[in-house]
């Protein structure tokens, strides 16, 4: 059985499509591409194989890959290795679920509908805020919506971000704010938190709001006490990014006085992946929900007196002026909405809770057998909840690389994102990992260099 089997068209199939076409070879369909632009040999490729032979290569070469079954994985920096309860696939994999895509037709997507209307109700309660929507793309995207919403209700053009919030998260800020022409800046860090002194003395009322990561990029709570009420006295925003799964633990950000809370919920449920597909979510107070992007979901009753639901302050471009529309998000990321809801319906309020402790009683004994090592140390003080920064002899790269041979995932170099903080790796550790696996890693790190 050769390759050529699973040609879509036979010779005479394609010589009789060539005919209605009015074209005598294949090559006369692409006359119109100049001809030092096409390929002027044959390409380079192997032999064709069997289905069986071509099946073993693949396997062969998917086997070269390591991932997080099959390797411990310390790595987190934005995508993390959660637990996600067989629930969450057995929901999400259902055929009424995974092939919906908009509902915008309300009498025949009650299902759709209620699972959105459900995962908001749950991430307002996980935030404290009055207000959620669904289907941004990941946690950077729904920050950036947060910083233009920011500006769109203040009026003003400058948002303040701390040098601690997520460098990605950084990078697609300054590409969605200055495709508007809104300004960007950054507040300085100390000791891997925010300089407050600094962010202080930068507040004016030319500012717009002020972006805050807790827990921070490095894994630090950060103190925002009192920071709410120094913007709000200036008439800015705080915008909070936050990990979920830290809430239970740390406080929801309406408790510390934010405006608009966005994160990434891919812990929620969601596989890492390669990346991707990721889960914005994002909540902000009543007072700004005209002008929030997305979907949101309502609930109302029909004209017999039944629960029902329906999409509601639809001021997306694909049902108003486009000029007027607060945003362009068009995606719809409902399943991966689903897969949070459900999760964190079978978790409950103690099981997330439960998942926060343990992540941060484990993150905890990690950093203090690392720390006890006599070539490595913590890079910054200071509250972590599972992750933190340790600067390592010898190169990060090389270290991780190291570890990868035991069949472990290291953390994060910061180095290229940070050249003050070269040779330091930002370490992650979830419920996941066992004290056996920590113990593992420590044994690793003891025999480097």
Same mark, same amino acid.
């Given at each position: 059985m050769?390759?050529?089997?699973?040609?879509?068209?036979?010779?005479?199939?394609?010589?009789?499509?060539?005919?209605?076409?009015?074209?005598?070879?294949?090559?006369?369909?692409?006359?119109?591409?100049?001809?030092?632009?096409?390929?002027?040999?044959?390409?380079?490729?192997?032999?064709?194989?069997?289905?069986?032979?071509?099946?073993?290569?693949?396997? *062969?070469?998917?086997?070269?890959?390591?991932?997080?079954?099959?390797?411990?994985?310390?790595?987190?920096?934005?995508?993390?290795?959660?637990?996600?309860?067989?629930?969450?696939?057995?929901?999400?994999?259902?055929?009424?679920?995974?092939?919906?895509?908009?509902?915008?037709?309300?009498?025949?997507?009650?299902?759709?509908?209620?699972?959105?209307?459900?995962?908001?109700?749950?991430?307002?309660?996980?935030?404290?805020?009055?207000?959620?929507?669904?289907?941004?793309?990941?946690?950077a995207?729904?920050?950036?919506?947060?910083?233009?919403?920011?500006?769109?209700?203040?009026?003003?053009?400058?948002?303040?971000?701390?040098?601690?919030?997520?460098?990605?998260?950084?990078?697609?800020?300054g590409?969605?704010?200055s495709?508007?022409?809104?300004?960007?800046?950054e507040?300085?860090?100390?000791?891997?938190?925010?300089?407050?002194?600094k962010?202080?003395?930068?507040?004016?009322?030319?500012?717009?709001?002020?972006?805050?990561?807790?827990?921070?990029?490095?894994?630090?709570?950060?103190?925002?006490?009192?920071?709410?009420?120094?913007?709000? +006295?200036?008439?800015?925003?705080?915008?909070?990014?936050?990990?979920?799964?830290?809430?239970?633990?740390v406080?929801?950000? +309406?408790?510390?006085?934010?405006?608009?809370?966005?994160?990434?919920?891919?812990?929620l449920?969601?596989?890492?992946s390669?990346?991707?597909?990721?889960?914005?979510?994002?909540?902000?107070?009543?007072?700004?929900?005209?002008?929030?992007?997305?979907?949101?979901?309502?609930?109302?009753?029909?004209?017999?007196?039944?629960?029902?639901?329906?999409?509601?302050?639809?001021t997306r471009?694909?049902?108003?002026?486009?000029?007027?529309?607060?945003s362009?998000?068009?995606?719809?990321?409902?399943?991966?909405?689903?897969?949070?809801? %459900?999760?964190?319906?079978c978790?409950?309020?103690?099981?997330?809770?439960?998942v926060?402790?343990?992540?941060?009683?484990?993150s905890?004994?990690?950093?203090?057998?690392?720390?006890?090592?006599?070539?490595?140390?913590? *890079?910054?003080?200071?509250t972590?909840?599972?992750?933190?920064?340790?600067? %390592?002899?010898g190169?990060?790269?090389?270290?991780?690389?190291?570890?990868?041979?035991?069949?472990?995932?290291?953390?994060?170099?910061?180095?290229?994102?940070?050249p003050?903080?070269?040779?330091?790796?930002l370490?992650?550790?979830?419920?996941?990992?066992?004290?056996e696996?920590?113990?593992?890693? %420590?044994?690793?790190?003891?025999?480097?260099?």
């Amino acid at each position: 059985m050769s390759g050529r089997h699973y040609l879509p068209l036979t010779d005479a199939e394609r010589k009789e499509m060539l005919s209605a076409a009015g074209a005598a070879t294949v090559e006369d369909l692409f006359a119109d591409i100049p001809a030092n632009v096409r390929l002027q040999r044959e390409m380079n490729l192997p032999p064709a194989l069997a289905e069986r032979e071509a099946l073993l290569h693949l396997a *062969a070469l998917a086997g070269r890959n390591k991932n997080s079954i099959d390797c411990i994985s310390f790595l987190g920096a934005g995508i993390y290795d959660h637990f996600t309860p067989s629930a969450v696939k057995h929901v999400t994999g259902r055929s009424e679920f995974y092939t919906s895509y908009t509902p915008y037709q309300a009498e025949i997507s009650q299902g759709v509908l209620q699972a959105i209307f459900e995962y908001q109700t749950m991430i307002c309660e996980l935030t404290g805020m009055d207000v959620a929507n669904a289907s941004l793309y990941d946690g950077a995207t729904a920050l950036a919506e947060g910083a233009i919403m920011a500006c769109g209700s203040t009026r003003r053009e400058k948002v303040l971000v701390s040098r601690t919030v997520n460098p990605f998260y950084r990078q697609v800020l300054g590409t969605y704010l200055s495709s508007r022409g809104l300004q960007l800046e950054e507040v300085p860090m100390l000791d891997g938190e925010t300089d407050l002194i600094k962010l202080e003395g930068l507040i004016g009322s030319d500012i717009a709001a002020f972006i805050l990561q807790r827990p921070n990029f490095f894994g630090i709570l950060e103190n925002v006490d009192k920071v709410a009420d120094i913007l709000h +006295a200036k008439g800015a925003l705080l915008i909070m990014s936050v990990d979920p799964l830290s809430l239970p633990l740390v406080g929801a950000p +309406a408790e510390y006085g934010a405006d608009i809370v966005a994160g990434e919920g891919q812990g929620l449920g969601n596989s890492p992946s390669f990346g991707g597909p990721l889960l914005g979510f994002f909540a902000s107070t009543d007072k700004l929900i005209r002008r929030m992007p997305g979907r949101i979901v309502g609930e109302t009753v029909d004209k017999e007196g039944n629960r029902g639901f329906v999409l509601t302050l639809q001021t997306r471009e694909q049902h108003i002026r486009r000029e007027r529309a607060t945003s362009n998000i068009c995606s719809n990321q409902a399943l991966n909405a689903l897969a949070a809801a %459900v999760y964190m319906a079978c978790l409950g309020p103690e099981g997330m809770k439960e998942v926060a402790f343990q992540c941060l009683q484990k993150s905890a004994y990690a950093r203090e057998k690392i720390s006890s090592l006599g070539n490595y140390s913590i *890079a910054f003080n200071g509250t972590h909840f599972k992750e933190f920064a340790v600067k %390592v002899p010898g190169g990060a790269r090389a270290l991780n690389a190291e570890l990868l041979k035991s069949n472990i995932l290291g953390g994060f170099d910061l180095t290229p994102y940070y050249p003050e903080l070269k040779n330091t790796i930002l370490f992650c550790v979830t419920e996941n990992r066992t004290k056996e696996e920590i113990d593992m890693l %420590v044994r690793v790190l003891e025999g480097w260099r």
